[in-house]
């Protein structure tokens, strides 16, 4: 047990730094915020040897793979944009794959607003998200914590545009 809480301590640990060098990066350098994903590499090797120095006799593999599954869980939900597949960051991406090098003209000739935001919607409904009453839409009891996390988190890591 004791190894799952170290464990859990360095994702903690690491997230913290994941953010503080994001910050850092977006407020000098922007784009290349993308870079301090890196961190949880850099923090699966300080985790594992922590881990073994704990437990030489041998690899403590629950501790590993919690620290490992918590990473690819921050990574897949704020990475989540791009595997939804109505996502239009994921389709430009997959029309730029498949067509090669595109002009602004072009991306917008693949995309309507109605398509965009309709699906959006559709999905946000689905989910339990927001509820439709006569023609005005709500957020529901389920929505409105997640969207004050994203909100603050937003403004911690000084993202101003997106989704």
Request: with cysteine; aromatic share 14%.
């Amino acid at each position: 047990m004791a190894l799952l809480l170290v464990s859990i301590a360095c994702y903690l640990l690491t997230a913290l730094v994941h953010v503080l060098l994001h910050r850092a990066l977006a407020f000098g350098l922007g784009k290349i915020t993308k870079n301090s994903f890196w961190v949880f590499v850099l923090g699966a090797v300080v985790t594992i040897r922590i881990l073994y120095s704990m437990r030489p006799s041998d690899i403590p593999m629950s501790a590993i793979l919690l620290y490992l599954l918590l990473s690819a869980t921050h990574f897949l939900f704020f990475m989540s944009f791009f595997f939804d597949a109505r996502s239009p960051s994921a389709k430009i991406l997959f029309l730029i794959r498949r067509h090669g090098p595109v002009t602004r003209e072009e991306i917008m000739a693949h995309f309507s607003d109605g398509e965009t935001v309709v699906n959006r919607v559709n999905t946000l409904i689905y989910e339990g998200y927001i509820v439709e009453r006569g023609n005005r839409f709500y957020a529901s009891p389920k929505a409105i914590p997640i969207a004050r996390f994203l909100a603050w988190y937003r403004r911690l890591m000084r993202w101003e545009r997106g989704g």
